[in-house]
């Protein structure tokens, strides 16, 4: 198994920016692609945005230009930065992972911007 551990969630005002660290452990092979989602109340989960293991990143397009993704692969982390932050981009914010023993998730962060 393979355990994410998100941080960096919170209340931050329209405009605002805040950054999002999730932490990968356990039985971690060949670990791939990380990324995040966000769920937001009534609405399906959808990808805001991914990183593979050689770099190469995609931004959902609501949030390119606003957003970065970046990782350190020595320590298993993957860092969402948000900025220019919308009430829009009010959501659950789920860290997940691909690895030789599948896809992992982690338990989610809420992230609520006000108006």
């Known amino acids: 198994q393979v355990q994410l551990v998100e941080s960096g969630g919170g209340l931050v005002q329209a405009g605002g920016s805040l950054r999002l660290p999730c932490a990968a452990s356990g039985n971690i092979l060949s670990l791939g692609t990380m990324g995040w989602h966000r769920q937001a109340p009534g609405k399906l989960r959808e990808l805001v945005a991914l990183i593979t293991s050689s770099g190469i990143r995609n931004f959902a397009d609501s949030v390119k230009g606003r957003f970065a993704i970046s990782r350190d692969n020595a320590n298993n982390t993957v860092y969402l930065e948000m900025n220019s932050l919308k009430p829009d981009d009010t959501a659950v914010y789920y860290c997940?992972?691909?690895?030789?023993?599948?896809?992992?998730w982690g338990q989610g962060t809420q992230v609520t911007v006000s108006s």
């Open positions: 997940y992972c691909n690895s030789g023993l599948g896809r992992f």
